[in-house]
């Protein structure tokens, strides 16, 4: 089989390297030996880069904004240390699944799971309008009020989520993670 079109996770260089990076970012080395086998991948492994060098301040921001308007700390047990790391896990497989070009596994590996989970939770009411702030994000507050209480903040950090990373990349390594943020948050959000 050709390299190039078969799966990096199955090739017999990375397969290792794929099961043991699930939910954390590929290191510079192991980027190395994906682009000196996938030649075509320099986008995807450019886009990794970028967004594991922000990935803690960006997941720190969302979670902010998040608790600031949904008492997740009141209705969560060890709320403040979950969320951040689930929110990064995400993050990290959407990377993964990005690098891969497979959206799919994306969704088999960690999305339809982590729907499961989030479905067993009661998540809280919002606090506090954004809607009423002054530069509000009519988009946000749109689909914020289509969506059952069940899936309001699930779509809000996922949905900021997409925003501060896309903020942080180059226009076209936006571009190739977006399709993935995407996935998230459509996953996350559909109706149970």
Known sequence: MNTLTQTPRRHPELSDIFRRCEGKFLS?????????????????VDTAR???NVANPVVKRVVSEIFAQYAYEQNHELAMAKCPRDVGYVLAYAVTAMILRDPAWFDNKVLIWLKSILQSF?????????????????????????????????FH???????????????????CLAPYLQQTIDTLTEAY
């Open 157 to 175: 950090t996922y949905y900021r989520l997409k925003q501060e990373v896309e903020r942080e990349l180059e226009l076209d390594q936006a571009d």
């Open 122 to 154: 009661d998540f809280p009411e919002r606090q506090r309008s954004a809607g009423a702030a002054l530069f509000a994000d009519e988009e946000l507050e749109s689909r914020l009020a289509e969506l059952p209480k069940k899936s309001r903040s699930v």
């Open 50 to 52: 970028a967004v594991r």
């Open 28 to 44: 510079d080395e192991e980027l190395n030996l994906l682009l000196k086998l996938y030649p075509n991948r320099q986008i995807e």
